[in-house]
């Protein structure tokens, strides 16, 4: 079965930066696209970054944009989302996720499998 286990996630003050990783297991992750999400409490879910796994292109929410860089290692199994500049907007709890999809990726309902989720707080 596929497996997403985040790490990375913490206590930041505002300027700060946090590196997330996602380490996953159970599919072949090179044919996966990738994502990043999150959610702040009594929001919804919201995309944050995403990697196609068809040519590696890569997709950012507005708001990260300039801030935020999502990379993924293919021999490792893994994606990371870099990110910098942190605002206490971005506090959330960030979840990884992998979808067999290229089209549409800013959705939840793409993906088929999801992280446990890695709490992020930034402090003003």
């Known amino acids: 079965q596929v497996q997403l286990v985040e790490s990375g996630g913490g206590l930041v003050q505002a300027g700060g930066s946090l590196r997330l990783s996602c380490a996953a297991s159970?599919?072949?992750?090179?044919?996966?696209?990738m994502g990043w999400f999150r959610q702040a409490p009594g929001k919804g879910r919201e995309f944050v970054a995403g990697s196609r796994w068809n040519d590696g292109g890569i997709f950012y929410t507005d708001s990260v944009k300039g801030r935020f860089t999502i990379s993924r290692d293919n021999p490792k199994n893994s994606v990371y989302l870099q990110m910098n500049s942190l605002k206490p907007e971005d506090t959330a709890v960030y979840y990884c996720?992998?979808?067999?999809?290229?089209?549409?990726?800013?959705?939840?309902?793409?993906?088929?499998?999801w992280g446990q989720g890695t709490q992020v707080t930034v402090s003003s």
């Open positions: 159970g599919l072949t992750f090179s044919s996966y696209t």
């Open positions: 996720a992998a979808s067999r999809h290229v089209l549409a990726i800013t959705l939840p309902s793409k993906f088929d499998s």
